[in-house]
């Protein structure tokens, strides 16, 4: 708890947009290349995840994640006022179930029709 | 770390700016045909004018593999009228749209589509985007063609609307572009149309442009120019903290084309009609909640207590079972499908739809909130098509929706979504994600540049593709074969005719325009608070209802802003200068709302347009087109019929007209 505090502003929005996992990521920055916005910003050190430095232009296409070499190294973050608006009921149970709750169901893994 | 503000808050430091730093550079780049904007309209221009053998140089805000309204994907493809499957012409889905829009769309662009865009889906799919059901996944199911493998959507017994695989459809492109050799520059911002002599009214020899990573300046020198740009979605409303997740247009929608078309003294109709601001973002995230509109169009609607809420067709006619919701009733010809941006249909072509007294029966008690979706009403093939190959391969769904709510645990064998919980009203329109309205959001309607059966401009030498630059264009589809078409023009056009020689006073004027944010002082607004007022001017004194004096009110305000705190604007880097500059182009967008809206002396239902001035409903003598430009700086109106397009110059009939310009540009691309 000693650590120096800094004078701060606010996030810029009341979303992040995405969160990058730094075990997974190799700061190839593909995603930044391909953001239709600029979302993202390379890190100053090298092979470490972007920056998220324009979270309020993110209009959540998913390009950088499409653009990704490495699965799972960015996951999408819908706004929080969003996902917890996304709700489902299972027919059968009559259970509540909503995106980002504590213990989902588990995961849907059917892939997309295509094949890609 | 992942934010700005995790960096700052771990080193104590900010970053540096990670790209060169390139001001008052300049680059001049030379092409046969430029493209202003990199969707999917500017990048299938692009391979089209580069397969007829032209140099393409093709300027896009975003990165043109990803960017644009259509850079997210597409599930299904309007107007293929020529598909072996199709049971509708060309000519009856134009005049069905020309009937539905009272007149108010444009005939062109609906049967140069209706002819080629067919065409157009066959080169996507030489460039590898899968159109048809290749895995046999779907086979016996009733959208499915057994002998092609086509699926449609909508209107089972007709099938000019095709689904498609098209999640991937933009990086195909890109690569099509690059083994053809197209200049592709990325990350530019374009400032302005370079005219003959920098003349307003004159050749379109060129265009300037910033780029929005280094700040270096380009001037761009082409023999034609298309614009391919997007729609000005940051216009009336300007709040993307809260709304840049719900919208389907996104920040770099500045309506840049339509502000340097405006400039160059380009003529545009249609500049009137706005919508109420339903995509403005305010809802939800697109197709996360439950509704049975487009994509899911179909879906069993079910209260609280999982009562199904009732279809009818728009003739009042309760539908018996889900097969009929796909298909066309008793005096329907056929169904046209939402989102061809028809403000309205006739009934005889209006797709089926949840009863329209929902709201009513919702306050009665007669359904009880929330309502959901329940896709296990449907077939198994019909709900694997919806989920999984609809949501999976739409605009901002694959990752977003398909990806997120399976990973979140949503099966749509076992699950009902609900839709939004708002007030009954909202309920009308089945496509529920989109939230409550917003009174005083309004978001622009079917207005773009005048364009001739070349698709030309009133300018020589500039031509326009696409949903947004065109007027009364429509959708994913649409842009993809007008941006073929117009490049075909163009690049034909370009052959005939040298390089003009660039007016040096236009580019010194446009560069000091371009640099002067960087130069102020500090304590100048910044680009967000110079949007937000723009869209205050917009939304409060050119909304729902207008007059003279607010109209003029806020031409005189907006030119404020331009000459006032727009001047003093700052911008802090190149990112910042890029967005500064796209708020004059919002300016010159809303001055030209303003000014066709003052020409309008009437109210029309047609256009969704009240002056409280002229109240009288589409009077015959105003049931017409008003073409407005810029010439010396002043704004002039002529009129134009709304069949213009049958009339001389050209021919009087649609088949006609598109022999003639087919035989003139005999090459197809």
Same mark, same amino acid.
């Given at each position: 708890?000693?650590?120096?505090?800094?004078?701060?502003?606010?996030?810029?929005?009341?979303?992040?947009?995405?969160?990058?996992? *730094?075990?997974? @990521?190799?700061? +190839?920055?593909? =995603?930044? /290349?391909? !953001? %239709?916005? #600029?979302?993202?910003?390379?890190?100053?050190?090298?092979?470490?995840?972007?920056?998220?430095?324009? *979270?309020?232009? @993110?209009?959540? +296409?998913?390009? =950088?994640? /499409?653009? !990704? %070499?490495? #699965?799972?190294?960015?996951?999408?973050?819908?706004?929080?006022?969003?996902?917890?608006?996304?709700?489902?009921?299972?027919?059968?149970?009559?259970?509540?179930?909503?995106?980002?709750?504590?213990?989902?169901?588990?995961?849907?893994?059917?892939?997309?029709?295509?094949?890609? | 770390?992942?934010?700005?503000?995790?960096?700052?808050?771990?080193?104590?430091?900010?970053?540096?700016?990670?790209?060169?730093?390139?001001?008052?550079?300049?680059?001049?780049?030379?092409?046969?045909?430029?493209?202003?904007?990199?969707?999917?309209?500017?990048?299938?221009?692009?391979?089209?004018?580069?397969?007829?053998?032209?140099?393409?140089?093709?300027?896009?805000?975003?990165?043109?593999?990803?960017?644009?309204?259509?850079?997210?994907?597409?599930?299904?493809?309007?107007?293929?009228?020529?598909?072996?499957?199709?049971?509708?012409?060309?000519?009856?889905?134009?005049?069905?749209?020309?009937?539905?829009?009272?007149?108010?769309?444009?005939?062109?662009?609906?049967?140069?589509?209706?002819?080629?865009?067919?065409?157009?889906?066959?080169?996507?799919?030489?460039?590898?985007?899968?159109?048809?059901?290749?895995?046999?996944?779907?086979?016996?199911?009733?959208?499915?063609?057994?002998?092609?493998?086509?699926?449609?959507?909508?209107?089972?017994?007709?099938?000019?609307?095709?689904?498609?695989?098209?999640?991937?459809?933009?990086?195909?492109?890109?690569?099509?572009?690059?083994?053809?050799?197209?200049?592709?520059?990325?990350?530019?911002?374009?400032?302005?149309?370079?005219?003959?002599?920098?003349?307003?009214?004159?050749?379109?020899?060129?265009?300037?442009?910033?780029?929005?990573?280094?700040?270096?300046?380009?001037?761009?020198?082409?023999?034609?120019?298309?614009?391919?740009?997007?729609?000005?979605?940051?216009?009336?409303?300007?709040?993307?903290?809260?709304?840049?997740?719900?919208?389907?247009?996104?920040?770099?929608?500045?309506?840049?084309?339509?502000?340097?078309?405006?400039?160059?003294?380009?003529?545009?109709?249609?500049?009137?009609?706005?919508?109420?601001?339903?995509?403005?973002?305010?809802?939800?995230?697109?197709?996360?909640?439950?509704?049975?509109?487009?994509?899911?169009?179909?879906?069993?609607?079910?209260?609280?207590?999982?009562?199904?809420?009732?279809?009818?067709?728009?003739?009042?006619?309760?539908?018996?079972?889900?097969?009929?919701?796909?298909?066309?009733?008793?005096?329907?010809?056929?169904?046209?499908?939402?989102?061809?941006?028809?403000?309205?249909?006739?009934?005889?072509?209006?797709?089926?739809?949840?009863?329209?007294?929902?709201?009513?029966?919702?306050?009665?008690?007669?359904?009880?909130?929330?309502?959901?979706?329940?896709?296990?009403?449907?077939?198994?093939?019909?709900?694997?098509?919806?989920?999984?190959?609809?949501?999976?391969?739409?605009?901002?769904?694959?990752?977003?929706?398909?990806?997120?709510?399976?990973?979140?645990?949503?099966?749509?064998?076992?699950?009902?979504?609900?839709?939004?919980?708002?007030?009954?009203?909202?309920?009308?329109?089945?496509?529920?994600?989109?939230?409550?309205?917003?009174?005083?959001?309004?978001?622009?309607?079917?207005?773009?540049?005048?364009?001739?059966?070349?698709?030309?401009?009133?300018?020589?030498?500039?031509?326009?593709?696409?949903?947004?630059?065109?007027?009364?264009?429509?959708?994913?589809?649409?842009?993809?074969?007008?941006?073929?078409?117009?490049?075909?023009?163009?690049?034909?056009?370009?052959?005939?005719?040298?390089?003009?020689?660039?007016?040096?006073?236009?580019?010194?004027?446009?560069?000091?325009?371009?640099?002067?944010?960087?130069?102020?002082?500090?304590?100048?607004?910044?680009?967000?608070?110079?949007?937000?007022?723009?869209?205050?001017?917009?939304?409060?004194?050119?909304?729902?209802?207008?007059?003279?004096?607010?109209?003029?009110?806020?031409?005189?305000?907006?030119?404020?802003?331009?000459?006032?705190?727009?001047?003093?604007?700052?911008?802090?880097?190149?990112?910042?200068?890029?967005?500064?500059?796209?708020?004059?182009?919002?300016?010159?967008?809303?001055?030209?709302?303003?000014?066709?809206?003052?020409?309008?002396?009437?109210?029309?239902?047609?256009?969704?347009?009240?002056?409280?001035?002229?109240?009288?409903?589409?009077?015959?003598?105003?049931?017409?087109?008003?073409?407005?430009?810029?010439?010396?700086?002043?704004?002039?109106?002529?009129?134009?019929?709304?069949?213009?397009?049958?009339?001389?110059?050209?021919?009087?009939?649609?088949?006609?007209?598109?022999?003639?310009?087919?035989?003139?540009?005999?090459?197809?691309?």
């Amino acid at each position: 708890m000693s650590q120096t505090v800094y004078m701060m502003p606010n996030a810029p929005a009341p979303s992040r947009g995405m969160r990058f996992n *730094p075990q997974l @990521c190799t700061g +190839c920055n593909s =995603c930044v /290349e391909v !953001c %239709p916005t #600029d979302v993202m910003m390379p890190n100053p050190e090298k092979q470490k995840p972007p920056l998220v430095l324009y *979270p309020e232009e @993110c209009w959540f +296409c998913g390009a =950088c994640i /499409e653009e !990704c %070499p490495c #699965d799972g190294a960015i996951r999408m973050l819908h706004p929080l006022g969003q996902n917890i608006s996304v709700n489902w009921k299972r027919k059968d149970t009559g259970e509540y179930f909503r995106l980002g709750m504590k213990n989902p169901p588990p995961p849907n893994t059917t892939p997309p029709s295509g094949g890609r | 770390m992942t934010t700005w503000n995790e960096y700052a808050e771990e080193h104590g430091t900010l970053p540096e700016w990670p790209y060169p730093i390139r001001y008052e550079m300049e680059s001049e780049i030379a092409a046969d045909v430029l493209i202003v904007g990199g969707g999917v309209a500017g990048c299938h221009a692009a391979i089209s004018a580069a397969r007829q053998g032209a140099k393409v140089v093709l300027a896009e805000t975003g990165n043109a593999k990803r960017s644009g309204a259509g850079g997210a994907g597409v599930d299904h493809w309007h107007g293929a009228c020529t598909n072996p499957c199709s049971q509708v012409t060309p000519l009856a889905y134009t005049q069905a749209c020309m009937d539905s829009a009272h007149g108010y769309t444009n005939g062109i662009v609906r049967y140069i589509v209706c002819n080629e865009s067919w065409d157009t889906l066959l080169e996507c799919e030489a460039m590898g985007v899968q159109i048809r059901d290749v895995h046999d996944e779907f086979k016996g199911a009733d959208f499915r063609d057994e002998a092609t493998k086509l699926m449609f959507a909508y209107d089972y017994q007709n099938r000019h609307v095709i689904r498609v695989w098209g999640f991937d459809i933009k990086p195909r492109l890109y690569s099509e572009m690059e083994r053809l050799g197209v200049q592709i520059c990325n990350r530019t911002v374009v400032t302005s149309l370079l005219t003959d002599g920098g003349r307003q009214g004159g050749r379109v020899v060129g265009a300037t442009g910033i780029n929005m990573r280094t700040g270096e300046f380009y001037v761009f020198k082409a023999k034609a120019t298309i614009i391919a740009s997007g729609g000005a979605g940051r216009l009336f409303s300007f709040a993307p903290e809260m709304t840049a997740a719900g919208t389907m247009s996104n920040m770099n929608a500045a309506g840049t084309g339509h502000a340097i078309g405006w400039n160059a003294g380009a003529e545009f109709v249609l500049m009137e009609q706005t919508g109420p601001g339903v995509l403005a973002g305010f809802g939800y995230a697109p197709y996360s909640m439950g509704n049975c509109h487009n994509t899911y169009h179909g879906v069993s609607i079910v209260d609280a207590d999982g009562k199904e809420v009732p279809w009818f067709d728009k003739f009042g006619r309760q539908l018996q079972s889900v097969e009929e919701r796909f298909l066309p009733g008793p005096g329907q010809p056929f169904h046209l499908g939402p989102g061809i941006g028809i403000a309205g249909y006739l009934p005889q072509y209006h797709v089926n739809d949840l009863t329209a007294d929902l709201a009513q029966r919702i306050r009665n008690g007669e359904f009880k909130l929330p309502l959901y979706a329940d896709l296990t009403r449907l077939s198994e093939l019909e709900r694997k098509c919806i989920w999984g190959m609809m949501v999976g391969n739409e605009g901002k769904t694959r990752i977003p929706i398909y990806d997120t709510l399976g990973r979140g645990g949503f099966d749509p064998n076992k699950d009902m979504l609900q839709a939004p919980v708002m007030a009954p009203e909202n309920y009308d329109v089945s496509c529920f994600w989109v939230g409550a309205r917003m009174p005083t959001v309004r978001s622009m309607g079917a207005g773009g540049f005048l364009v001739d059966w070349d698709l030309r401009t009133s300018l020589e030498g500039l031509y326009a593709a696409g949903t947004s630059p065109v007027f009364g264009a429509g959708c994913h589809g649409e842009s993809h074969t007008m941006g073929r078409y117009a490049a075909r023009k163009a690049a034909a056009y370009a052959r005939t005719r040298p390089h003009a020689p660039i007016d040096r006073r236009q580019v010194e004027a446009q560069k000091a325009l371009a640099y002067r944010p960087l130069r102020q002082s500090k304590q100048g607004v910044g680009w967000k608070e110079l949007n937000a007022a723009v869209a205050r001017v917009m939304s409060d004194y050119c909304g729902r209802y207008k007059n003279e004096v607010t109209l003029n009110r806020g031409l005189s305000l907006l030119r404020e802003l331009k000459e006032n705190e727009g001047a003093a604007a700052y911008a802090a880097n190149p990112h910042e200068l890029g967005r500064t500059l796209e708020c004059f182009s919002l300016i010159s967008v809303g001055e030209m709302v303003l000014q066709a809206s003052l020409a309008r002396k009437c109210s029309s239902a047609h256009l969704d347009f009240s002056r409280l001035d002229y109240p009288q409903m589409d009077p015959v003598e105003w049931q017409k087109l008003l073409p407005i430009r810029q010439e010396e700086g002043r704004v002039a109106v002529r009129e134009l019929p709304l069949d213009f397009h049958l009339r001389a110059p050209y021919a009087a009939t649609y088949e006609e007209n598109y022999r003639r310009v087919a035989a003139a540009s005999a090459g197809r691309s």
